[in-house]
Antibody, heavy 122, light 111 residues
Framework: EVQLVESGGGLVQPGGSLRLSCAAS????????MSWVRQAPGKGLEWVSG???????TYYADSVKGRFTISRDTSRTLYLQMNSLRAEDTAIYYC????????????????WGQGTTVTVSS | QSALTQPASVSGSPGQSITISCTGT?????????VSWYQQQPGKAPKLMIY???LRPSRVSNRFSGSRSGNTASLTISGLQAEDEADYYC???????????FGTGTKVTVL
């Protein structure tokens, strides 16, 4: 079964850091570009960051540029390192896979994890 | 970065057809083929319904169709069913400083 499972969310104080992980299974992870998408409570979807299938190219939303870092390892895990966290970063964070092997990060995303919740509060 | 503009809500009776619009600019929706649509049920992760403006994943009902005219993309749901009640989001590649954007979201209600 093709699956993505996020972990690493939790409660963190403003200015703190958190590292999210996304474990992939059921497909050849290294063949797919990936993204992180978040959803603040009661709000819409916001794309956060994307990474090429090799990991050599990374992309960020203006709202997180300079604070968040996306990466992937050669096994089956996608990461999002989040630093200098703010209250407005509070959200459910989803990792997602593009629908086409070899495709770019901005292609449609056909596999999503269940999400991990990040709460930034003192 | 600016989100793509969608109507906040659209409603219809069972069996009817509805259309959700997604308005952007020539720097996103109007300039690239990477326009997608997602359905999100309450408490669930989004589900890909349309990609590349008008293509449909095999597992998605053919009642869902996508199109584009100028800077506006559209999702049409024909033969509306109770199970279609959900939030819908468009998305697009963008040549702006934020290279991928979602729409503001549309709540579909089946009357």
């Amino acid at each position: 079964e093709v699956q993505l499972v996020e972990s690493g969310g939790g409660l963190v104080q403003p200015g703190g850091s958190l590292r999210l992980s996304c474990a992939a299974s059921g497909f050849t992870f290294s063949n797919y570009a990936m993204s992180w998408v978040r959803q603040a409570p009661g709000k819409g979807l916001e794309w956060v960051s994307g990474i090429s299938l090799s990991g050599g190219s990374t992309y960020y939303a203006d709202s997180v540029k300079g604070r968040f870092t996306i990466s992937r390892d050669t096994s089956r895990t996608l990461y999002l390192q989040m630093n200098s966290l703010r209250a407005e970063d509070t959200a459910i964070y989803y990792c997602a896979r593009v629908y086409l092997a070899g495709g770019y990060y901005y292609y449609g995303m056909d596999v999503w994890g269940q999400g991990t919740t990040v709460t930034v509060s003192s | 970065q600016s989100a793509l503009t969608q109507p906040a809500s659209v409603s219809g009776s069972p069996g009817q057809s509805i259309t959700i619009s997604c308005t952007g600019t020539s720097s996103d929706v109007g300039g690239y083929t990477s326009v997608s649509w997602y359905q999100q049920q309450p408490g669930k992760a989004p589900k890909l319904m349309i990609y590349d403006v008008s293509l449909r994943p095999s597992r998605v009902s053919n009642r869902f169709s996508g199109s584009r005219s100028g800077n506006t993309a559209s999702l049409t749901i024909s033969g509306l069913q109770a199970e279609d009640e959900a939030d819908y989001y468009c998305s697009s590649y963008s040549s702006s400083s934020t290279p991928y954007v979602f729409g503001t979201g549309t709540k579909v209600t089946v009357l």
